[in-house]
């Protein structure tokens, strides 16, 4: 295991109004590269913003960010996450926590329970804080959750995006982006890589009504990649070469960008 690697920066700026303790963002690493690294740093950015942090601009959080990964290499894949710490008074903390990890593997097959939205910590707003860390810790061991509204409609995994793709109709659903549903950065990716294989996209409400044994779903997140979900409840569903596709697809991205 790496150890938890800390540096701390000096800004003139201070936090202010902030409802938790640091908003974070998790990359794949390998040497002092991340993988699709500007757009985690505009995460950060984003999410430091929605908790009144307005000092926080994106030059100065990639400059913070490359010169930790430049201090930090990994010699292997590393599941990276980056903490940007914002306290009332005090200058902001930037630390990394490196994990080892591996290339994502579409071969990791998943049975998924739903549970209702209610359950999360902080269901107002879907940032990536420490606000619904504690409720992660607690139902993490319990396998993989989707998470569903008042409405009965999906919102997504707990830190994953949802799609659905219906095989007949060459469609590929996902649900809108709002206050429980999470902007990912590889949602985004694989939005624009399946719209070029020519598959048509629908970014909606999905009812749980809509998940049947005729279709095929999968999860989506920057370090695991794609996740196919093989039953969810008691609803098994089908296996569709798009996954294939995509996770090759992601993984060469990754390798391209990392390796080269």
Known sequence: ???????KFKQLTKAKDFNGLYVFTTVLQ???KAHLLENHCQRLKKHALLNGFQEATLQNIQNKVRVLLQQNPTNEFS???IELTLIEGSEPLMTLTQTPTVLPSHKDILIVKTIPTQMLANPKE????NNYLPFFEKIKSEGYKLFIDNQNDISSGLFENFFLINPKEKTLTTPLISSLVLKGITRDWIIKKSAKLGWEIHEKNISVTEVTSNKTAFFSSSVRGILPISKIDDIS???NELTNILSRDF???ILQELEC
């Open 30 to 32: 390998k040497g002092s």
């Open 237 to 239: 569903l089908l296996k």
């Open 126 to 129: 879907r940032i990536k804080s």
């Open 79 to 81: 599941k990276t996450r």
């Open 251 to 253: 993984n060469y991205s």
């Open 1 to 7: 295991m790496f150890n938890i690697l800390a540096t």
